[in-house]
């Protein structure tokens, strides 16, 4: 019975023979073991003085932090481990020849076939240890910086005294990142990196940034407190952006203050999104924004779709831009009592990523993204499977030439080449090239709350505390589409996230009961197959809506501390007390959110910080 659910096909190994076989996917029995040191280094150095009634300082900061990487274990060599399964890797590591009628090794013997399925067998497990790889990685990123600023009187208002800060700024980033050659994807490789689960990119880039900012703070009443800014910033790479901010707080009571401010802010694309290098990765493409999308790639379903990409740096970048909006409160009745809410928004524009269902959008009338197999170098675009390539559509045009129908194209390669009916929309092949854009907008709104109070025991202080925020808004624009999606209460977006503690310190130690809370959220369901939503009905695992919610989720650490002298201090932490589980879900291949959960379990931590 197992046989017959199977799909088996005929494929070629690594020394020419065609064989019987089928897909599978899986996770090696190693976990993937990444040996890191880290070297960091820091210089401050700086100056301060007075003019008259302003102070000034001046400053210059030299950093360096060199990284080596080298995998040890769980990464294998992706040719030797196709090798190792169709019994054609040899003990020296090297791929046997086929002659037309049987394998032979240049040297060493021919290793018996690799079992996946097995499991605890050594001699399976060797033949696995012969494919091993040890790939490396190498980054160092230098900054040099220099500042300068004053500060003091700068009028009276109101007999009042109205302060002023001026600076400037000058910055220097260099950046390289150079990973070992069986790690890099590579034109001459076909982008296929040699190794599974190292992939990475070689990088150098560098980065010349001046600033100059001024702000000023008014009394304008005993009450009210007005505050405005201004910074400039300068890219030698990028261009110059100006940003201001406006504050006013109000002071009705000594324990009360009232407080709003208005301000714009920039993030400019990073050293490597900026530059014109590939970037190994994954990219995402969301059949349920694009109707037309949809019908091409994924059978009229609203399904999201994960691919292997390239991800192409675009020296035409616009800088992120946002606007933020802040109202509220601070009020503390007692100097042992501190409640503050606010209400905060953000609008967020020009936001950079990469858009694979715009590009697969554009690519149905731009037949200089389609490509058969993979993109050329130089170029950018869609890679389709060379079987595709073999169909014209009812003109006679393929899908490399302008003015191909690829609905046609579509319907003549299913009357073709019969492909399974999970399989019915436009085979892609691998490493599609998708250039970095300024994808779009969006917005972020919630509700921040503190509050804390202390209390002043003969031997000690005990202090509670609560920190939490509730999202009112996120929507943004869903990629290579105008819809506006609300992400609240859905995937990966919990509405309510919060953290509790107790806290006891005393003249030598320390004590402190903390709680961490993740609200339940809607699991992406609509992004799976629909092989796969059917196998979970049938397990009882979806509601009557076909929708499965993630349990909220409340984890428990505790932390210790001792003061031994002025200089030596121990720590103590564990942090999930009761090795709670991480909330079940199906919407991610690890079978947990990476993001809002763990699934490291309980976990002990030790520290000792010597102050010299």
């Known amino acids: 019975d197992l046989i017959d659910q199977l799909y088996i096909d005929p494929f070629d190994t690594q020394a020419g023979r065609e064989v019987y076989g089928f897909g599978f996917d899986a996770r090696f029995n190693a976990p993937r073991t990444v040996e890191v040191e880290t070297k960091n280094f820091r210089l401050v150095s700086s100056l301060a003085g007075d003019v008259g ?39 020296d590591g090297t791929l046997a020849n086929y002659d037309g009628t049987s394998l032979n090794c240049a040297s060493g013997d021919l290793l018996p ?94 980065r010349t940034q001046y600033a100059a900012f001024a702000e000023i703070s008014v009394s304008l009443t005993d009450q009210v407190e007005l505050q405005a800014a201004g910074r400039y910033d300068h890219y030698d790479d990028f261009g110059g952006t100006f940003n201001p901010k406006i504050g006013l707080s109000y002071r009705p009571t000594d324990s009360l203050v009232l407080r709003g401010s208005w301000s714009t802010s920039f993030r400019a694309p990073s050293l490597t999104q900026a530059g014109v290098k590939l970037r190994t990765t994954q990219s995402t493409f969301d059949c349920g924004a694009n109707q037309a999308v949809s019908d091409l790639y994924c059978m009229g379903q609203g399904t999201e779709v994960n691919v292997n990409s390239l991800e192409l740096g675009n020296k035409n970048l616009k800088a992120e831009e946002s606007e933020a909006i802040s109202v509220g409160f601070a009020w503390s009745p007692s100097a042992d009592t501190n409640l503050t809410l606010d209400y905060w928004q953000f609008d967020h524009e020009e936001v950079i990523d990469t858009n694979m ?42 899908i490399e030439q302008d003015g191909a129908n690829l609905n046609e194209i579509l319907d003549n390669y299913i009357t073709e080449f019969d492909p399974r009916d999970d399989e019915l929309f436009l085979p892609l092949f691998r490493d599609h090239i998708i250039p970095l854009e300024n994808t779009g907008t ?64 005393a003249q030598s130690y320390y004590l402190n009961l903390g709680a961490n809370y993740t609200s339940s959220y809607e699991d992406d369901i609509e992004g799976l197959r629909g092989r796969e939503i059917a ?78």
């Open 53 to 91: 009634d302003w102070s000034w300082e001046s400053g210059v900061t030299f950093s360096r932090s060199s990284s080596e990487q080298e995998a040890i274990d769980g990464v294998y060599n992706r040719y030797q481990f196709h090798g190792a399964i169709t019994g054609e890797l040899c003990s």
């Open 113 to 206: 076939f690799y079992n996946p399925f097995v499991q605890g067998d050594a001699a399976n497990d060797a033949v696995l240890a012969t494919a091993q790889a040890r790939p490396t990685r190498s980054g160092e990123s230098t900054v040099y910086g220099w500042d300068a600023n004053f500060n003091g009187e700068l009028f009276t208002f109101n007999d009042l005294p109205a302060y002023a800060s001026f600076g400037v700024e000058a910055r220097r980033e260099e950046l390289t990142d150079i990973p070992s050659l069986d790690s890099q994807a590579r034109p001459e490789n076909g982008y296929l990196v040699d190794v599974f689960g190292f992939g990475s990119s070689l990088s150098a880039a560098d």
């Open 357 to 398: 269902t715009a590009v697969l959008d554009r690519a149905i009338t731009d037949a200089s993204l389609r490509h058969c197999g993979i993109v050329p170098e130089g170029e950018q675009g869609i890679s389709y499977d060379n079987e595709l390539c073999d169909v014209s559509d009812n003109s006679g045009l393929s």
């Open 442 to 505: 969006q917005t972020l709104a919630g509700i921040d709350i503190k509050f804390d109070h202390r209390f002043r025991l003969s031997g000690g202080d005990l202090t509670f505390a609560f920190d939490g925020t509730h999202y009112l808004e996120f929507e943004r624009n869903k990629p290579g589409s105008d819809a506006i999606e609300k992400l609240v209460g859905t995937y990966r977006y919990p509405e309510n996230i919060g953290r509790m503690s107790i806290d006891w310190e």
């Open 535 to 612: 196998e979970l009905e049938s397990l009882g695992k979806l509601d009557s809506q076909s929708k499965h919610q993630v349990d909220d989720w409340l984890v428990w650490d505790l932390s210790a501390g001792y003061y031994v002298n002025k200089a030596l201090t121990l720590r103590a932490r564990i942090d999930n007390i009761f090795d709670k589980e991480p909330p079940q879900l199906y919407g991610s291949s690890r079978g947990f959110d990476s993001i809002n959960h763990n699934a490291y379990g309980a976990r002990y931590t030790f520290s000792v910080s010597y102050r010299f």
